[in-house]
């Protein structure tokens, strides 16, 4: 005999749930209660339901397995909504608990209620609403099942708080009962015997690797494939990491700020291979005209996916890894060998990536007495090279210069919001990384407005005792908005500076009564060690002490607000429309034909 709320947490147990993100709450007593006489399960009580949220999420992405967060009823729930449509969009596996009032109350206005059910379904794999006490350990087992097969993504359950405190003998070998899920997909061999005569035939082919690639594990298999026929990877955002951006076949990733040569890699085969990737606007650019030249071949493991934003030659249902596995065996089979980098296979289309890489590298200027931002990515990136760091962000510019100019040669490294991009990410998400892998450097880099969304979560950081390290790109500007106002709106600046609006900001000045906030007596306020960073000169020390601290620490560097993050794609248009130099404040993007810089193409 136990209460619902025991049922609940054994369940978790029986799952192999190490660790809950969860805010107590009126309604969610109970389990918290249960929760504190279970020792295997460690509950970190963040400062804010969101956070906790965004934190389960972060241990979900570095680990894959699946992340747990806890909320109380009403506004506690509808706090986690923002995290929970992140973790969809980005597909990753989650399961959320929300407290409720009485069943018998529900739909009476009460005290904290809020319809939860309905407001998530759109944004969640599936979503429970407990309505017997004796249905809680095999709603828990199907909504982890739900959460990790498949394409994972998150799960909702709602938990009326007198299930939570009616006794019962639970049956936790009840049968799962969910009729027309079916996440194991039969691979198409006849599909997949199909492309492989098109791909060989190809003389400029190209993989577009996304997401989907490391959710399945198949990074190894990409790798391989790659290798077996030569063909040059660009990955998405999310697929970072996927093939090694140190490989001589990476192009790195591409979309609106990937690089020059990922773009014109992809938009200028003759045959691209998607694997585990959904054709998202940020890539695609003008869908119309993207890879308009290619014969595209679609491998994803949501039917959902195929042919909806982009119409494709090929498109074929297969988990990515099982897909790759197979295409592999038959080229083994038909004896072409694994080989790192052979150009004499397409000496021409190599010879044409190779001058792109040349002629349009990711680089940035550089000013006397002012940190470039990207300058702060590169010495990171020197400091922790061969430590195996996972690394989350914020969202914005900062977002962008992380993937740019810190190359990651694993999955599951780099840690950030891609489809819905939330702001207040980076730091919380930190905490679920640090949790999933305490022996890793974890760091955090954010910007000024991101980092603020949550810095609550400092408490949590310091309370707990995480080594978590953080650089916030101080530009007292929401860098990104102020970007598209210089590209749309004449650099006029309509809420987008930070600090007081009287104050003239001189990022060469930076005196406390002007910067806002002043981290340094924000984060002692804490109990954690900021430094702020103005000159060049002292970034490499400054970033040594940090890495070297056995405690949390944060480096406030103060940058240029008038940065931008090029290259850059206009949304809307296509690879040719890129704009490489700044974004001049009179409306107009300077791009590659108005720059006199043609790029060449392979057509």
Not at 75 to 94: E, K, R, V
Not at 130 to 140: F, S, Y
Not at 562 to 581: A, N
Request: a negative charge.
């Amino acid at each position: 005999m136990m209460t619902g709320a025991e049922a609940l947490v054994q369940s978790l147990v029986r799952e192999g749930v190490e660790v809950v993100f969860a805010y107590p709450g009126g309604a969610s007593m109970p389990i918290h209660q249960a929760l504190s006489h279970e020792p295997s399960i460690r509950t970190i009580l963040p400062r804010h339901e969101q956070g906790g949220a965004f934190a389960a999420e972060g241990y979900g992405r570095v680990t894959g397995k699946v992340g747990v967060c806890m909320s109380t009823s009403g506004p506690g729930a509808t706090n986690m909504i923002t995290p929970i449509a992140d973790a969809f969009l980005d597909s990753i596996p989650m399961v959320a608990f929300t407290a409720q009032v009485g069943s018998s109350m529900i739909g009476s206005s009460a005290f904290q209620e809020t319809d939860v059910f309905g407001m998530t379904a759109p944004i969640v794999k599936h979503s429970y609403l407990v309505t017997r006490l004796e249905d809680i350990p095999r709603i828990v087992r199907e909504a982890f099942y739900i959460a990790r097969t498949g394409r994972p993504g998150p799960v909702v359950i709602d938990v009326p708080k007198n299930f939570q405190e009616g006794l019962f003998v639970p049956d936790f070998d009840a049968p799962m009962d969910l009729p027309g899920y079916e996440p194991d997909v039969p691979l198409n061999e006849k599909a997949l015997d199909a492309v492989l005569p098109v791909i060989l035939a190809a003389k400029r082919p190209a993989i577009y690797a996304g997401g989907g690639v490391v959710t399945a594990g198949a990074s190894e298999a990409l790798r391989e494939f790659a290798e077996r026929l030569q063909i040059p990877v660009a990955t998405t955002l999310m697929g970072v990491g996927a093939m090694p951006e140190s490989h001589p076949l990476s192009v790195r990733w591409l979309g609106m700020h990937g690089a020059v040569y990922a773009n014109n890699t992809v938009n200028e085969a003759d045959v691209v291979i998607a694997i585990g990737t959904r054709f998202d606007d940020r890539v695609t650019g003008a869908v119309k005209t993207f890879c308009e030249h290619a014969r595209i071949i679609h491998i994803d493991l949501d039917a959902a996916e195929l042919n909806k934003n982009k119409r494709v030659e090929f498109a074929i249902r297969a988990d990515a890894r099982k897909a790759l596995d197979y295409l592999n065996d038959r080229l083994e089979k038909a004896n072409y060998p694994v080989r790192e980098y052979a150009e004499s296979n397409r000496p021409e289309w190599f010879g044409i990536i190779r001058r792109w890489k040349e002629q349009y590298p990711l680089c940035y200027e550089k000013r006397e007495h002012e940190i470039a931002p990207q300058l702060v990515i590169e010495e990171l990136h020197r400091q922790l090279e061969g430590q195996d760091a996972i690394i989350c962000t914020g969202v914005g510019q900062h977002q962008m210069f992380t993937a740019q100019f810190f190359p990651f040669d694993k999955p599951r490294r780099l840690s950030t919001s891609g489809g819905l991009g939330s702001m207040g990410y980076g730091l919380p998400a930190a905490i679920g990384a640090h949790v999933a892998c305490p022996d890793k450097p974890v760091v955090n880099v954010d910007g000024d407005g991101s980092f603020l969304m949550n810095v609550q979560e400092l408490a949590t950081i310091k309370i707990e005792k995480m080594p978590i390290k953080c650089i916030i790109l101080d530009n007292q500007h929401l860098g990104m908005v102020v970007q598209w106002e210089d590209l749309k709106y004449d650099s006029n600046r309509a809420n987008t500076f930070l600090a007081d609006p009287k104050d003239h900001y001189d990022p060469t000045h930076h005196t406390p009564e002007v910067l806002y906030p002043n981290f340094p007596v924000l984060c002692a306020g804490f109990g954690i060690k900021c430094e702020r960073v103005v000159e060049p000169a002292d970034l490499p020390a400054a970033i040594e002490r940090m890495l070297a601290s056995k405690e949390a620490y944060v480096l406030d560097v103060m940058v240029p607000h008038d940065v931008h993050v090029l290259p850059m794609i206009p949304g809307g248009m296509g690879y040719r429309d890129v704009v490489l130099e700044r974004i001049a404040g009179d409306g107009k993007g300077r791009r590659a034909s108005e720059l006199g810089k043609e790029i060449p193409s392979a057509l």
